[in-house]
């Protein structure tokens, strides 16, 4: 299709007898930006690097910008940025060194002075790499990736062990890139990452997607507004058909010691569990409520959390 900047059909990918990525489609259109959630080892990093051109299919085609890497490769590389999973860059550079040389990869791009202010990097100009904090050098690393004004860029848990302000700098980056049309192909386990900068977003598990749709669709797809978590003292368990009964509730999971109800009427359900928990004898321990979000509509769909391992 003329708008897709990324197709996949039928990505096969093997580590020895590891089936990594298991015939896997994908489209991602131009000017989006398109997120692929899954917990560690669900094929999500297998997947982008193949498409980058970093790892050759075992089966399937890939199509990148309507190019491919065996008739291509050289004007691709022009075209795409990177951050990879985990960047090592020389320790005794300076980031405005660094970034210089990354700028003379490329044909064409923006300049140094542009790409350290869009990075918020330009007061660590002369700052050694080995210097930076980690947030900085996760900056460095998207400034790395900037620097040739890519038609797409690739991030790969752009935002992994970050603090929670260097982790908000980062999605105001990536924010500011796929506002000015940039295409993005990201891949996180953070459901709040997803939510927040993704127009559609890729359930991965197991090498397989199974489910695609705007982070709206996929949380709409629990029918259900809210979550309600407990545990009981002594380890006892209500039987889930009673749970089911109550007014409101959708669907009814057990993990780790917990039940997880989705409800369309979290008013109602709440005070409707504690009176059954009275009437059979049952004591709680935790009683949890959020609003539903990415991380339920995986645990729905495979009965485990995105950050199992």
Known sequence: MSNAAVMCRGLVKRYGSVLAVDGLDLEVHEGECFGMLGPNGAGKTTTIEVIQGLLDPDAGDVRVLGLTWASHERELRQRMGTQLQ??????????????????????????????????????????????????????????????????????DEPTTGLDPQSRRQLWDIIAGFRSGGGTIL????????????????????????????????????????????????????IDHSMLKALPGVQQVHSDDGKTILTVTRVHQAVPALMELLTQRGAALSELVTHHATLEDVFLSLTGRHLRDE
């Open 86 to 155: 985990e960047t090592r860059l020389p320790e005794k550079l300076t980031v405005r060194e660094t970034v210089t040389l990354f700028r003379s990869f490329y044909h064409a791009g923006c300049s140094v002075r542009e790409v350290l202010e869009k990075v918020a990097l330009t007061e660590k100009g002369n700052a050694w790499v080995s210097k930076l904090s980690g947030g900085q050098r996760q900056r460095l690393a998207v400034a790395c990736a900037l620097v040739c004004t890519p038609d797409i860029l690739f991030l």
């Open 186 to 237: 990201l891949t996180t386990h953070y459901m709040e990452e997803a939510e927040r900068l993704c127009d559609r977003v890729a359930i991965v598990d197991r090498g397989k997607i199974i489910a695609l749709g705007s982070p709206r669709e996929l949380i709409a797809s629990l029918e259900a507004d809210d979550v309600v978590e407990f545990a009981l003292e002594d380890a006892k368990t």
